[in-house]
């Protein structure tokens, strides 16, 4: 599966903004979805994830309650709304499939990757 994310940009603290991430190639449906981002001079990190079905989202404790993951199985599309947005954000985003059955965080778990987006959020 390929993977092209969008939507990123310079936004300030407190902004808001959405990353896609469309996916072609395969059956959208049949993947776990992921967000990573990856801070200069950092590890990449997971943000959240997303079920086949989008019935289960978990994220890392520093997004939950400003970031919200979704996705859209008719357009192979997910989504990253990210609200109250704070200068420690600031990253290149990725998006990630995996087509195993994990629940697994770990970027190694995940098969497919996108090119990544940069989000820079000013204070």
């Known amino acids: 599966v390929q993977l092209q994310a969008s939507g990123g940009g310079l936004v300030q603290a407190g902004g808001s903004l959405r990353l896609s991430c469309a996916a072609s190639g395969r059956t959208f449906s049949n993947y776990r979805m992921g967000w990573f981002r990856q801070a200069p001079g950092k590890e990449r990190e997971f943000v959240a994830a997303?079920?086949?079905?989008?019935?289960?989202?978990y994220y890392t404790d520093s997004v939950r309650g400003r970031f919200t993951i979704s996705r859209d199985n008719a357009k192979s599309t997910v989504y990253l709304q990210m609200n109250s947005l704070k200068p420690e954000d600031t990253a290149v985003y990725y998006c990630a499939a995996d087509r195993g059955y994990s629940t697994s965080r770990t970027p190694e778990v995940f098969e497919y990757w996108g090119q990544g987006t940069l989000v820079t959020v000013s204070s």
């Open positions: 997303i079920s086949r079905s989008g019935g289960s989202t």
